[in-house]
């Protein structure tokens, strides 16, 4: 079985800054893609970050320029530095991992528990 646990949110003032980390544990061949998505109350889940296993990254537009995904490969980890928080960052994020548990096995995503990150005006 795989498991991701996220940690690193909280609550912080607009323009603060807040590191999120996802570690996957378990056994399984390889890890693809990691990303971050998030979801505000009353609004759909969006991809915010996307890293391939390769280290190419993907950002929503609305956090271009303010976060940073990046892995561990060696830790199985995936990180987000969020910086210059807005009060429209506020949501549950959640951490997906794309993981291959054979070495014949298609991908298969799964996700974290969520962690709130909550940005105060």
């Known amino acids: 079985q795989v498991q991701l646990v996220e940690s690193g949110g909280g609550l912080v003032q607009a323009g603060g800054s807040l590191r999120l980390s996802c570690a996957a544990s378990?056994?399984?061949?390889?890890?693809?893609?990691m990303a971050w998505f998030r979801q505000a109350p009353g609004k759909q889940r969006e991809l915010v970050a996307e890293?391939?296993?390769?280290?190419?990254?993907n950002y929503a537009d609305s956090v271009k320029g303010r976060f940073t995904i990046t892995r561990d490969n060696a830790k199985n980890t995936v990180y987000l530095q969020m910086n210059s928080l807005k009060p429209e960052d506020t949501g549950v994020y959640y951490c997906?991992?794309?993981?291959?548990?054979?070495?014949?096995?298609?991908?298969?995503?799964?996700w974290g528990q969520g962690t709130q990150v909550t940005v105060s005006s």
């Open positions: 997906c991992a794309q993981v291959r548990i054979g070495v014949v096995d298609f991908p298969y995503d799964y």
């Open positions: 378990g056994r399984f061949f390889s890890i693809n893609s």
């Open positions: 890293i391939t296993s390769g280290s190419t990254t």
